[in-house]
């Protein structure tokens, strides 16, 4: 068992940052990848930045070159930095993990956070 907890979401002024942090307690030594969610209202829950613990990274195109994903593995922490932050970035995100490869299926991730809350204002 994995356990996620997400903090660092919050309001934000459109073109400002905000850096998600993601710490991972339990079972962490059958962790490969780990990955941040964003779930808008009703809209399915869509991959946004994937790291293995090798440090092989995947980036949705609608963030690439704004976020950027990174990972502590001696301190099982991941981070999420998001910059030139839009209004559609507006999201719950999630962190994610899994003993195997980045997916983008949500479905074949293991270990889910609750969600911290992205709000950004125009």
């Known amino acids: 068992q994995v356990q996620l907890v997400e903090s660092g979401g919050g309001l934000v002024q459109a073109g400002g940052s905000l850096r998600l942090s993601c710490a991972a307690s339990?079972?962490?030594?059958?962790?490969?990848?780990m990955g941040w969610y964003h779930q808008a209202p009703v809209k399915e829950r869509e991959l946004v930045a994937a790291?293995?613990?090798?440090?092989?990274?995947y980036y949705a195109y609608s963030v690439k070159g704004r976020f950027f994903i990174s990972r502590e593995n001696a301190k099982n922490m991941l981070y999420l930095q998001m910059n030139s932050l839009k209004p559609e970035d507006t999201a719950m995100y999630y962190c994610?993990?899994?003993?195997?490869?980045?997916?983008?299926?949500?479905?074949?991730?293991?270990?889910w956070g609750q969600g911290t809350q992205v709000t950004v204002s125009s």
């Open positions: 994610a993990a899994r003993g195997g490869g980045i997916t983008s299926t949500p479905g074949l991730w293991d270990s």
């Open positions: 339990g079972s962490i030594s059958s962790i490969n990848a």
């Open positions: 790291i293995t613990s090798a440090g092989n990274t």
